[in-house]
């Protein structure tokens, strides 16, 4: 099963701030426009050149993760108002999730231009190059966001999967992921995360314990329930993972993982 690099659901972001808190990224669909959005079409046909109604628009459709109408508005509000950034860093996170990486580090790499210390900026640019497949590209953009704010959870966190899946070193991973719980002990897929590099390691009861801790905080993810049907079988426990396969398996959202190893000596 691969680290996440990110959680499956689309947030609204900040990008004013700094501080690296969690914030969802993924890849989905369009769902329908979200409640609020006709009030504004409203105010839009009666201000068609105020770059800030496009701005607002786009940031609920973001939130909604109506992420080709959020890219439409923030493409229409930067026609009117270049200097408007939170569009570009707004744009950068529909362009990514809506699977269109190299323009959305093009939008990033804009905003981190004119904010050289948003540490946010550098996290989610980063998100986006391992997305890409670019590692080196993340890596430096995690280990910027980190040098700007050292308690960016979401930094860390994110380094950890370039440290165990990529540069085959789970120690080091390991203790990104424990600094990831230490700033923000509620970080749902730091737990999960570290939960696989124990699995990775061969240290099951603490993959277990961790993965636990995981679905305490968001008990209907199904990939953390098979994740942890992983664990069980590998504890001997075939029947209850079972069970908890067959439960992920019913739940919306749920996604093939691949698998992955890390070489180290077992302890």
Do not use: C
């Not at 440290?163 to 897929?189: M, N």
């Not at 049907?229 to 067959?246: C, K, T």
């Amino acid at each position: 099963m691969a680290l996440s690099a990110a959680p499956p659901t689309p947030a609204a972001v900040d990008p004013a701030a700094s501080s690296g808190a969690p914030a969802a990224d993924a890849i989905t669909p369009r769902p329908p426009a979200p409640p609020g959005v006709g009030a504004l079409d409203r105010r839009i046909a009666g201000a068609p050149d105020d770059a800030r109604l496009y701005l607002e628009r786009g940031n609920r459709y973001l939130k909604a993760g109506a992420n080709e109408r959020a890219i439409a508005d923030y493409t229409r509000a930067l026609e009117l108002d270049d200097g408007l950034e939170e569009a570009y860093f707004n744009r950068g996170m529909a362009r990514g999730r809506a699977g269109r990486l190299d323009a959305a580090i093009a939008d990033l790499t804009i905003y981190i231009e004119r904010h050289p210390r948003s540490s946010l900026a550098y996290t989610k640019r980063g998100v986006r190059h391992l997305w890409a497949g670019r590692h080196e590209e993340a890596f430096e953009d995690y280990r910027k966001a980190l040098e700007l704010d050292p308690r960016n959870a979401e930094a860390h966190d994110d380094i950890a999967v370039i440290y165990a899946q990529v540069r085959g070193q789970p120690d080091e991973a390991l203790r990104h992921l424990f600094k990831a719980i230490s700033i923000d002990p509620t970080y749902h897929k730091a737990y999960h995360n570290r939960a696989l590099v124990f699995l990775a390691m061969g240290y099951e009861r603490e993959a277990l314990s961790n993965i636990n801790r995981a679905l305490e905080l968001k008990a209907d993810d199904p990939n953390a329930m098979r994740l942890k049907s992983v664990i069980l079988e590998s504890l001997g426990r075939m029947e209850e993972a079972r069970a908890l396969r067959e439960r992920a398996a019913r739940l919306p959202g749920a996604s093939r993982t691949e698998v992955f190893s890390i070489k180290r000596a077992h302890p």
